[in-house]
């Protein structure tokens, strides 16, 4: 029974809590040493990131599993805007790059693409799963990366200007600068060209189908357009058309993250709290439930031993069924008090979704209402460029379909 209460003892220092040492925004960006010159500028197409959640109106028993996750579909859809919006800022301040925008969907309007899955975000872990990959079709990273947040990177005026996630967009633009930097003159122009390329072939393949060859998933030119080929110069501008398409949608996405930045800060400042207020209940409540259990299990085995004439070997018995039964009870508690924390997050996250609300643009006289639809938007926009495209060679979408182009100029 000594020996009972010692490891009681010795138990009860074990008890852990989180300690903040960390240091804010620890990683510096990596400008270009010198000034890259324009035809050798890559542009870089960012898709929106995946938030990590289903689409759409969720199950409820999905809904609930998510939230016991600590994931809130309607902060994560948020999020994907805003984490693509500030990768794209690093890019922009890294001087590495050209053009650098943020599109609803994929596109081959680029020359390098940026797919990115927010894995954890709960204002105190950040990770996610990146992949980069270039026009044709060179895997130039595919990394899971992943910082924690220093309580500091929250308040004050130091970091005022700074995002608290700022770091993990450091760390992908410099690594995207690395595989920039390792290219030579020669693939850059490759990349350029079978960029161009590939998307006259996307948006007429009855024209440029056959110019570009893929294998393994590399893409490689077949033949090139004659320098002069009117209808290529006719993609290419088209091609600009839908850059600048983009570039206007980047001013809506760009005032929506302003919108927002103010509640989403807060609630990941809170979020943050609360993240690790439920990891030390959680790793609490296990200390408390393994404890308690084996302290109820000693006193029943030492009781059976026991001399129950013995009174000091009664009462340490029931003490130790006590205490037992206490940490049992403590658990419990921990497991509430956890609960609450998600509760108050979840209600947190309920407010800040209503200050992201839609917004419009107008573009060319055309009003776009973009919440969930800009992906369909700019659907339609590559629509719209594809039957201008055929248009002009004397076809509909109906032919192109059908395969009947025999009123398509001779090439």
């Known amino acids: ?60 028993a999905v809904l609930e599993q998510l939230l016991e996750d600590g994931v809130f579909p309607h902060i994560r859809r948020a999020e994907s805007v805003q984490m693509a919006m500030q990768l794209r800022g690093a890019l922009q301040r890294s001087g590495h790059w050209g053009s650098v925008w943020v599109a609803p969907d994929t596109s081959s309007a ?27 079709g060179r895997e130039w990273i595919d990394e899971e990366y992943e910082i924690e947040t220093a309580a500091s990177a929250y308040g004050g005026a130091t970091y005022a200007h700074l995002d608290p996630y700022q770091d993990i967009f450091h760390l992908i633009a410099n690594d995207l600068s690395a595989a920039r930097n390792a290219l030579s ?58 850059r600048l398409f983009l570039e206007v949608l980047d001013e809506h996405y760009e005032e929506l993250v302003v919108r927002a930045d103010e509640p989403y800060t807060g609630w990941r400042s809170y979020a943050r709290e609360e993240s690790l207020a439920v990891r030390d209940a959680t790793r609490s409540a296990r200390w408390r439930a393994g404890l308690g259990a084996f302290m109820m299990l000693a006193s029943i085995l030492a009781g059976a031993s026991a001399d129950p004439t013995s009174i000091t070997e009664t009462m340490l018995r029931d003490t130790g069924l006590f205490v037992g039964t206490e940490l049992l009870n403590m658990r419990a508690q921990s497991l509430q008090g956890r609960d609450l924390h998600m ?15 839609p917004m419009v643009i107008e573009l060319q006289g055309v009003q776009h209402r973009l919440t969930g639809t800009a992906e369909a938007q700019y659907a339609e926009l590559r629509s719209v460029l594809r039957k201008l495209v055929l248009s002009e060679r004397g076809l509909s979408i109906d032919d192109a379909e059908g395969g009947n182009l025999d009123q398509a100029p001779a090439r």
């Open 1 to 60: 029974m000594h020996r009972l209460c010692t490891l009681l003892a010795i138990a009860a220092t074990t008890a852990c809590s989180t300690t903040d040492v960390l240091l804010p925004h620890r990683v510096e960006l990596v400008p270009a040493s010198d000034a890259v010159a324009e035809g050798e500028l890559l542009d870089v197409d960012i898709v929106v990131f995946d938030p990590g959640v289903p689409e759409g109106e969720l199950d409820h």
């Open 110 to 136: 680029g020359d390098l693409l940026v797919t990115a899955r927010i894995l954890e975000s709960d204002g105190y872990i950040v990770r996610l799963a990146v992949e980069a990959v270039d026009a044709t």
């Open 185 to 242: 003159a020669k693939d850059v122009e490759e990349i350029k060209t079978i960029g161009a390329l590939r998307y006259a072939a996307d948006l007429s393949p009855e024209a440029f189908g056959g110019y570009v060859a893929e294998r393994r998933g590399i893409h490689s030119a077949a033949r090139l357009p004659a320098l002069d080929d009117p209808t290529f110069r006719r993609i290419e501008e088209i091609r600009q058309r839908e």
């Open 343 to 357: 509760q108050v997050l979840e209600e947190l996250s309920q407010s800040f979704d209503d200050e992201v609300k």
